[in-house]
């Protein structure tokens, strides 16, 4: 073998695409949505099939082994790889033609199945298959490990619809493969002639899902010898594909998704078989452990999703189905929003309410809280459904383990991830103990130890308990006639690696930070386009399509930061440092990611070590320390010379391309405490005890500064019931205090016609945001404790915390018991959080708002969307008459993102993505809503429209 050095400029000098040994390159591709790692020499994208060729040619030449890569969302370790990794998905991703007459496509493998979807559905059609991450997989990996997906029951298997393959062997010969022997390797239907009796009467009972190992029965002459579909499924190990023929289906019209409650997982199982005779698209299956309290689901404690082709076909199965309740659903709307809760289990099934004590690195014992995979996909009969699971559960409790299982149940397949203890020898030992005897256990029930997706690492070991040893060394025999020199994907499939063998948990010291790091399980929704909806996640990488600015990216940078092999320079990685510079830090993994990655946090946690003990960028003082500067101008009442000032120089450290937001001449808290009286019957400015109401939330009353004293009308109120009335403590933050004091003046007139007390805070509070933000960890925990002290002082906080900004609200809620988790006053402020919309709803719900009977657009914070919710939001739009949806995505500016120098461009492509699309296409009288202070900039430099908080648009209509 040639050192890697010498291979990377041979393939350079050989290649058109890109050819990548960087450490960056090779972190980003050492696992894939499996438990396990592998490192690769490094990634080669290639830009056509002669590509494809060449890069074979030269790892074949060198004795470097190869992996053909797509989305990475295989789950059972095949998508890693120890040489050369070829990504399909940068340049090979093509729809090269569609011949809708013949219902074909002819496409590239590095193509995401939902675009080869969009393009066909102009003609009525899709691709049958479609796994729930059809968002981000490419035809490529569902050709190599026969995907699946909902619609199997009607559509069958992706190896059930390729026509035809296009196939680079390994050294760079080329495959023409359909049905038939052209285009054959020599000698491999001399192996089939050989091997008759063995693949006609040897093998296991077929059914629908049977796909582990290979279809080798494709290959017998009563079966029409179809190559193609025998290589689909393959897994890497035979060859790359270059170009599919694909065959379509017709897409139904209009069809209907039937929910069908039963008491539990076994009788929905039990019952999952009886429904296949009424023709339907799909028959999933989930139980309540998975679902929660998901809303609009029927009665039962477990559900089956059956979709038919039409209403009329859907009445006789729920008559037919006799179950518990049903809910028939033909709303296209509903229908995703209930889709959406399965398409999600592959993320949701992996966080676990409890589980065995070191599920993952730095567990605590008793504390395990994620699931993996590892026994993802296994199938039986659909009959034997029911009779499985329930031994399934009993095997589970046999071992301590736990898992929720879901899945295609109309064909037998099951999907689980069971909360294995992966890193301690001994519960490694469990997981290859429990591995074998599931393996028995499937095998008992007629099943396939993979029913999707293929065998990987996972189970190809546990083959010969399904297939027995002859036939699995003629699966040897058959990869050897396509590959003799061994090089196509080697340990995967034939001749494989231990299951337990190659753990990405591994390599991981035991950390909290590293827990959290590792529950990033791969399954890439970070990397979908899809748009048109509220999702925020990864606005980044939806820009640059790159890996290293996905959420996925990201968190496989940090891991193989803290293993130290391919990234050796730990928290001054300048690897991570750059995939990290692009993240918004948005939060919308947080709710969008279905394991709940906060790369926020992670980002604000490596900054923090990154320039530990080191000067640090400007941007980190300047817009970092925002809130003690803006303090400071607005002591010193400087803000007109300083705003004249930034209109003629340029902020030190910060980009030229964007103007400074200009400071209010008066703050918040100056207009509060010198505001007149509000009219109507005066509020008691003493309760019981002897303190003022207002004094009690340590606040300041308006008309204090003009001589009343500190207990006298501390809150003002109006209507007749303001004097029992509960107190709401207006959160100062420091946007609203000295950028935009107008929402919140806006807000204490809608909070007083609402008939509530207003309190404001004495003296500055900071909820840390800019200093976490920036990585200054030690700076915020300073700023947020003295926060508690003055909270503290003025008597605590006696009801809700009405907190303007999203991101400020955020911090607060999130943030601040997590900087201070031993500190109780950090959770109690945290809990006493509310956004605008949420204290009028909880605290004057019989309040009318103003009828405005108006178009709305706009944009929904992140940290709103991420971590606050906005159903009262949209509950309180609906009541006000303003019609319409804010945009879903992220504005782009996100703080102090886009103000960092070489951030520009990307601020601007993250708001053309969703939010100033949204804006073009809104009505031309339509009100331009923003809570955010960074978003309501971004409008208004980018989009040249005002907008405005709710409560601005609220008082406006009073």
């Not at 991703?93 to 590239?108: G, I, K, Y």
């Not at 300047?622 to 303090?631: M, Q, V």
């Not at 606040?699 to 809150?715: K, L, Y």
Request: charged share 20%.
């Amino acid at each position: 073998m040639t050192s890697p050095g010498e291979l990377e400029r041979t393939l350079r000098a050989e290649l058109r695409g890109e050819v990548d040994f960087g450490a960056a390159a090779r972190a980003l591709v050492t696992m894939d949505a499996s438990n396990y790692r592998r490192v690769p020499l490094g990634v080669v994208a290639p830009r056509d099939a002669e590509d494809v060729a060449a890069a074979l040619r030269v790892c074949a030449a060198a004795g470097v082994p190869v992996v053909p890569r797509g989305g990475g969302t295989s789950i059972a370790g095949q998508a890693t790889g120890t040489g050369v990794v070829l990504d399909f998905t940068r340049h090979m991703n093509a729809v090269l033609s569609v011949d809708p007459a013949a219902r074909t496509a002819v496409v590239q493998p590095g193509l995401v199945l939902d675009r080869l979807r969009d393009a066909v559905r102009p003609y009525g059609l899709t691709f049958g298959p479609d796994p729930s991450t059809r968002s981000r997989c490419t035809l490529g990996g569902m050709i190599g490990n026969n995907a699946c997906g909902a619609h199997s029951v009607a559509w069958g298997t992706t190896a059930d619809n390729v026509a035809e393959l296009a196939v680079a062997a390994y050294g760079g010969a080329a495959h023409r493969i359909s049905t038939g022997w052209a285009g054959a390797p020599a000698g491999l239907s001399e192996l089939v002639d050989g091997h008759l009796g063995l693949l006609r009467t040897g093998m296991p009972p077929e059914f629908s899902r049977r796909i582990s190992g290979y279809d080798l029965q494709s290959l017998l002459p009563e079966r029409g010898v179809r190559l193609a579909r025998a290589f689909c499924g393959s897994e890497g190990t035979l060859g790359v594909v270059t170009e599919a023929v694909v065959r379509l289906v017709e897409a139904p019209r209009a069809p209907v998704l039937a929910v069908l409650g039963y008491a539990d997982e076994t009788a929905a199982a039990d019952a999952a078989a009886g429904l296949l005779p009424y023709g339907p698209l799909t028959v999933e299956g989930m139980a309540r452990d998975l679902v929660g309290d998901a809303a609009g689901l029927p009665r039962g404690g477990a559900w089956l999703f059956v979709e038919m082709p039409d209403a009329g076909a859907a009445l006789p199965l729920v008559r037919g189905a006799d179950a518990l309740d049903a809910l028939v659903v033909a709303d296209p709307a509903r229908q995703r929003a209930l889709w959406r809760i399965r398409e999600d289990a592959a993320g949701t099934a992996t966080r676990m309410p409890g589980g065995a004590a070191g599920a993952g690195p730095g567990a605590e014992s008793g504390a395990g809280a994620m699931a993996w995979p590892g026994w993802e996909d296994c199938a039986v009969p659909p009959a034997r459904l029911g009779a499985y699971l329930r031994a399934f559960r009993a095997l589970l409790a046999e071992h301590g383990l736990h898992g929720s299982p879901y899945g295609h149940f109309g064909e037998g397949c099951v999907h689980v991830r069971i909360d294995f203890d992966l890193v301690t020898r001994e519960g490694v030992a469990r997981f290859r103990t429990f591995s074998q005897e599931l393996a028995a256990l499937v095998v008992d029930h007629g099943g396939s130890l993979s029913g999707e997706h293929g065998d990987g690492q996972a189970r190809a070991e546990l083959l010969p308990r399904m297939y027995g040893a002859r036939v699995v060394r003629l699966f040897g025999a058959y990869k050897d006639v396509w590959d003799p020199a061994g090089g196509m994907n080697p340990g995967i499939l034939a001749r494989p690696a231990r299951l337990d063998e190659n753990l990405r948990f591994a390599v991981l010291p035991r950390t909290p930070f590293a827990q959290d790091v590792a529950r990033c399980v791969g399954v890439a929704k970070c990397r979908s386009h899809e748009s048109g909806t509220a999702a925020v996640m990864c606005p980044s990488y939806r820009v640059t399509g790159e890996e290293r600015h996905s959420t996925r990216g990201r968190a496989r940078l940090l891991h193989e930061m803290l293993a130290g092999e391919v990234v050796t320079d730990g928290w001054r990685s300048s690897e991570v440092a750059g995939a990290l510079d692009l993240c918004l830090g948005c939060k919308g993994c947080l709710s969008d990611c279905p394991v709940g990655v906060d790369m926020a946090a992670h980002k604000a946690e490596f900054l923090h070590r990154h320039w530990a003990g080191r000067l640090r960028p400007l941007a980190h003082y300047t817009l970092g320390g925002l809130p003690a500067w803006l303090h400071l101008i607005a002591r010193l009442r400087a803000a007109r010379p300083v705003n004249a000032l930034a209109r003629l120089f340029p902020a030190p450290g910060l980009t030229r391309e964007r103007p400074l937001p200009q400071l209010a001449r008066e703050p918040f808290s100056h207009w509060w405490r010198t505001r007149p009286a509000a009219p109507g019957p005066s509020v008691p400015g003493r309760v019981s005890g002897g303190a003022g109401a207002a004094d009690r939330a340590g606040a300041v009353g308006p008309g204090e500064a003009a001589g009343r004293g500190p207990g006298e009308a501390a809150v003002l109120g109006s209507g007749p019931a303001a004097g029992n009335a509960p107190v709401v403590t207006l959160w100062p933050d420091t946007f609203t205090e000295y950028l935009a004091p107008e929402a919140g003046r806006a807000a204490v007139r809608v909070l007083e016609d609402a008939g509530l007390r207003v309190a404001v805070p004495r003296g500055p509070v900071c909820c840390g945001l800019t200093y976490v933000s920036t990585g200054r960890l030690d700076r915020a925990r300073t700023v947020l404790r003295r926060t508690l002290d003055a909270v503290d002082a003025q008597a605590g906080t006696p009801g809700p915390v009405l907190v303007l900004e999203p991101s400020c609200a955020a911090a607060l809620r999130g943030d601040l018991p997590a900087l201070l988790p031993d500190d109780p006053r950090a959770r109690r402020l945290a809990s006493a959080v509310r956004t605008f919309a949420e204290t009028l709803e909880e605290y004057a719900p019989q309040w009318r708002p103003p009828r405005l009977d108006r178009s709305v657009a706009g944009q929904t914070h992140c940290h709103q969307h991420a971590v606050l919710g906005d159903a009262a939001d949209r509950r309180l739009r609906e009541r006000a008459g303003l019609v319409g949806d804010l945009s879903g995505g992220c504005c782009g500016l996100a703080g102090n993102f886009g103000f960092e120098p070489g951030h520009h461009e990307v601020s601007v492509a993250c708001a053309e993505e969703q939010l100033l699309p949204s804006l073009r296409a809104a009505p031309g009288d339509a009100l331009v809503q923003a809570d955010g202070y960074s978003c309501r900039t971004q409008i208004a430099q980018l989009g040249g429209v005002r907008a405005r908080h709710l409560a601005e648009i609220l008082a406006d209509g009073l």
